[in-house]
């Protein structure tokens, strides 16, 4: 179609016709080829400053709508833009920085409680105790800073934030740095303007770093040593269901299942009965922290301890269930875990059952490879790993071995109902 050119005057624009539903007529101005005035099938009129800007590609720039803006107000403004393309500046770069600014300025006031939110929002493979765990940092320790715009959080507050929290725990105070700068590099990744720039460009938790001003927090290495595994196992066979607490022995089995599998307390609490296969003796871990499914042979003695609680519980879902919690499996073990404390007079948590295993286990002179297997750890950087291919059956006997180890020491005697073990004459 050939272009359209006309004398821009008002009879000449008033008289354009109006181009069919879904069509747009262009007309040139003959005396401003650069200027254009575009119709619409609603008869809408504009007009257009038209032209190449430094060898790119035909830039349009619009002007203003006709009647509201005359043709020679048309003309200025056309002439104008064209002084700046001469100059390869584009006309709207002044009001594309302005909007630019202005999303910056939006997204910067977003407050940390809504990047949290996002955050979590997004990270759809969460496990739940993560969730609960940074929801604890949020609440606990930047309570004060939930509504507090990110751009607000400089480095200063940042160090003051962690010496605060840091003088009543040095290793809660790392954690949540930790995780606020999670955050902030979530949002450097997420919160992005027209062009695709990041809103947010610095991450200040990173200034714990440059000045190595995070705490040195010792890991922990409590455990449940030798000499005090018969106090324990008395203290632990000790608890008894009665009228006040039904639950003391679901807890003995789950603390005796913990000590004899180095399972995450998460994972033991939340075994079913499906992932109990009693003609292969094994127990599968489907929910684990790295993700892949956990299988372990059982022990001859946690074999008839979990037999004997099937029996008792024919028709349950959970191993260790629980009629007070919203799961149906076992969530609190504090109550009877204080009692073991106080019996025994040692102090031990969930986990610390679980570095009982494994230095047990290591005493033992296990392999390596048959240690990271039963503890379920991934061997990320060991080449030699990738080649073995640890069979089930062969960690049964170093299974066997620390159950038999750690059973000796107790000075138990292997028994189809723990309710009935026997000490072993001294």
Known sequence: MPKLEIAFNKKSIESLPIPEKGKRLEAHDIKNPGLIVRVTHAGTKTFYAYKRIARQSPTRIKLGRYPDMTIEQARRKAKACFADMAEGVHPRAEEKALKRQKEIDKLSEIPLQQVFDDYLTAKKNLKPGTIKDYKRVINEGLNDWKQKPLKEITRDLITVKHNKLGRISEARAN??????????????????????????????????????SWFRVERRRKLVKTHELQAWFDAVLALKDDNTNSQAETVRDYLILLILTGLRREEAAQLKWTNIDFDDNTLTVIDTKNREPHILPLSDYLFDMLFERRKKDSNGKYVFPSKTS??????????????????????????????????I??????????????????????????????????????????????????????????????????
């Open 175 to 212: 954690n949540t740095m930790r995780v606020l700068r999670a955050l902030f590099n979530f949002a450097a990744q997420e919160y992005v303007d027209h062009t695709g720039s990041p809103i947010i460009t610095d991450n200040p938790v990173q200034k714990l770093s440059h000045h190595k």
């Open 326 to 359: 919203a799961s149906g499996h076992l969530i609190n073990a504090h109550k009877q875990i204080k009692k073991v404390q106080e019996q025994s007079g040692i102090e031990f948590s969930a986990h610390d059952l679980r570095r009982t295993f494994a230095t």
């Open 361 to 426: 286990a290591e005493g033992r002179d296990i392999s390596a490879y048959a240690l990271k297997r039963l503890l379920n750890h991934k061997m990320k950087h060991d080449v030699t790993a990738g080649y073995i291919i640890m069979d089930i059956e062969r960690l049964r006997q170093p299974m066997q071995l620390i159950t038999s180890y750690i059973l000796k020491a107790a000075g138990i005697k292997k028994s189809a109902s723990i309710v009935e073990i026997q000490k072993t004459q001294s």
